[in-house]
């Protein structure tokens, strides 16, 4: 039982350009969000959360909006550079202390 | 200056062995973790401890045994090891803060194939 979706494998975006992943999910008890960034044969990393309260936090390069109402959330990373090559982990957890769940990931390719 | 080593990070075995799996942090947190991720990528909690407490425990075979001995270190060992165990498995960290947690500190992963 998925509860947070993440359902494209893959993208490719150009060097400079806006790199937009996305992520579904079908628990509406979620209330925190968050981004992983993982490269080959390391764990992943913390990138940036969100809070259900909130519809966008902002961090650097990063942005994650969230819209509850279609249960949907986004990551935009915009420039998009060399190093933002790797999987993407979409996550969420029900309530302070709960479990994260994990969505399968997205490999984004940033290309020359 | 790792922040959470797990040891080995790659393990081949044959179906039945035992075997254990290891992990440290030094990041002076108190809660520890340990996921799975499978052939299907998904990256699934197994156990958490607490300062060395048991608070999560998926629905995971009792041939899996997690061990804490102090709140740095959470140990996994697998019992009768089967192909299906096969997987990388991520120890993490994480510290509690007036009932909520800071976000999790994974280590490298330990590959796991049973032949």
């Known amino acids: 039982d998925q509860q947070v979706k993440q359902n494209s494998p893959s993208l490719s975006v150009q060097e400079g350009r806006i790199s937009i992943l996305n992520c579904d999910y079908t628990n509406s008890m979620f209330d925190y969000f968050l981004w992983y960034k993982k490269y080959p044969a390391e764990g992943p990393t913390f990138l940036i959360s969100i809070s259900s309260i909130k519809d966008k936090n902002e961090d650097g390069r990063f942005t994650v909006f969230l819209n509850k109402s279609a249960k949907h959330l986004s990551l935009h990373i915009v420039p998009s550079q060399p190093g933002d090559s790797a999987v993407y982990f979409c996550?969420?957890?029900?309530?302070?202390?709960?479990?994260?769940?994990f969505g399968k990931g997205t490999r984004l390719h940033i290309l020359p | 200056d790792t922040a959470v080593s797990q040891t080995p990070k790659y393990l081949v075995t044959q179906m039945g062995n035992d075997k254990s799996i290891k992990c440290e942090q030094n990041l002076g947190h108190d809660t520890m973790y340990w996921y799975k991720q499978d052939s299907k990528k998904f990256l699934k909690i197994m156990f958490s401890y607490n300062n060395k407490e048991l608070i999560i425990n998926e629905t995971v075979p009792n041939r899996f045994s997690p061990k804490s001995p102090d709140k740095a270190h959470l140990n996994l060992h697998i019992n009768s090891l089967e192909l299906g165990d096969s997987a990388v498995y991520f120890c993490a960290s994480s510290q509690l803060y007036d009932r909520d947690y800071s976000p999790l500190h994974f280590g490298n992963g330990t590959r796991l194939t049973v032949t």
């Open positions: 996550a969420a957890r029900r309530g302070a202390g709960d479990k994260i769940i």
